[in-house]
């Protein structure tokens, strides 16, 4: 298991930074000049993959009514959702003053994804629900998934465009990603070898109280490296915080990061399923890669902010 999961990393973060790459060589004034091209498109991908994921949790062998929506219709409803959230990266130089600003997009990403399943339920409704509220209940899911993506792909492109600075949106969202994910691994391992302690054994009986206090030290561990050797090193770059923001945004970024792993297990719990797909050797479907990211991006943004 510890194999497959070391082996399926090393081809993320390589895939990653190849990725990191293009997309910061796409975004230079003599290319595009555009940032986050392949951040979009990538979001699109992970996005409907994770609603596809998404869809098969609530399935029951036997029901009448199925409890969520088929996977093509919660596919395309997120898709439509990123993509209108993306819609402030198309400016080179988006406006400040522009009246709905970047989470306006969002919201408006979110009622489209609610018309796509409206749509859906309406061209196939017969009149009448053999079981009351299952139209219902199928579309609030669906919003609960539209919801609950947007604050990951709704957060993560003005992530990409923090400043409208190439670099220092590219760092933050590596400093998003190196920090919730070193937090992870520190949090596992420290798990494995001292922990003794449930966390939450309702929710995640393998998450312990010893691995949650190693984690915020592997978050902070990550984003000090990242603000002090990869911005200057590789960016050329020095992040215009004050010396103490690696310690505040390694820290609640990481607590973030397992409120968002917590929530994820709960809805598995819900479902009574161990992962929410197979796609990944090792570590399950993308909803297991993603989890933590959810709720530690718009914290993320909020820090970049709060500390200008």
Do not use: H
Not at 89 to 108: E, H, K, N, Q
Not at 115 to 125: G, H, I
Not at 296 to 301: L, W
């Amino acid at each position: 298991m510890l194999s497959r999961r070391l082996a399926s990393t090393a081809v993320l973060v390589t895939t990653m930074i190849l990725l990191v790459w293009l997309d910061f060589w796409l975004a230079t004034d003599a290319v595009l000049g555009r940032a986050g091209v392949v951040l979009i498109g990538l979001s699109l991908i992970l996005g409907a993959l994770t609603a596809v994921e998404f869809s098969g949790l609530w399935k029951s062998e036997g029901e009448k009514a199925s409890k969520s929506q088929s996977a093509s219709v919660m596919a395309i409803g997120t898709a439509l959702m990123i993509a209108i959230a993306a819609v402030p990266m198309l400016w080179r130089s988006y406006p400040t003053d522009c009246a709905i600003g970047y989470f306006g997009w969002t919201v408006a990403g979110i009622i489209a994804g609610l018309l796509v399943s409206f749509f859906a339920e309406a061209t196939k409704f017969s009149g009448t629900s053999e079981v009351p509220g299952e139209v219902a209940g199928r579309m609030g899911l669906s919003v609960l998934v539209y919801v609950y993506l947007a604050m990951l792909f709704g957060f993560i492109l003005p992530i990409r465009n923090l400043e409208q600075s190439n670099s220092l949106g590219l760092l933050a969202v590596i400093l998003l990603i190196a920090t919730v994910k070193t937090s992870d691994g520190a949090a596992y391992f420290a798990g494995r070898s001292f922990g003794k302690r449930k966390l939450a054994p309702a929710i995640s009986p393998g998450k312990t109280i010893e691995g949650s206090l190693a984690a915020p030290l592997g978050g902070c561990f990550a984003a000090a490296i990242v603000i002090f050797a990869v911005a200057p090193l590789i960016f050329g770059m020095t992040v215009d915080r004050p010396w103490w923001f690696f310690i505040v945004y390694g820290v609640i970024v990481t607590l973030a990061g397992m409120v968002g792993d917590l929530a994820e297990s709960l809805l598995k719990r819900d479902a009574q399923i161990k992962d929410s797909g197979s796609m990944i050797p090792g570590m399950g479907g993308l909803l297991d890669v993603l989890d933590s990211l959810v709720f530690a991006a718009p914290v993320s943004f909020v820090i970049w902010i709060a500390t200008k």
